[in-house]
C-alpha cells in the first residue's frame, strides 16, 4: 500500500492512511440498503486488508485490537 501511495501521489502516505483504506474497503464490501442488514455484513466479514486479516469481535472491535499510544521518556504510560 504505500508504495503505490506514493507512485499515485507523489508523497507518503499519512500514518493511519493503511487503515483509512482498510476501513473503506469494509464498508464497501458489506454494504446493503437495509443499515441492520449492513451492520450484520459487517460483524461477519473476515478479510485481507493492507493491515491483515480483517473481522470484528462481538462487541464490534476489530481483531486484533488497534489502539494509538503515546510515548513519553521512551516508555507507553499506562492506560487512564
Do not use: C
Not at 500500500?1 to 493503511?18: I, V
Not at 476501513?23 to 440498503?33: E, G, R, W, Y
Amino acid at each position: 500500500f504505500p508504495e503505490r501511495y506514493q507512485k499515485k501521489y507523489s508523497e507518503a502516505a499519512g500514518a493511519l492512511a493503511d487503515y483509512g483504506h482498510d476501513s473503506l474497503a469494509v464498508l464497501l464490501a458489506t454494504k446493503a440498503d437495509n443499515g441492520g442488514e449492513w451492520i450484520k455484513n459487517i460483524e461477519g466479514i473476515k478479510m485481507k486488508g493492507v493491515t491483515g486479516t480483517i473481522s470484528f469481535d462481538p462487541a464490534g472491535r476489530r481483531i486484533p485490537v488497534f489502539s494509538i499510544s503515546t510515548f513519553t521518556n521512551g516508555k507507553i504510560p499506562p492506560a487512564q
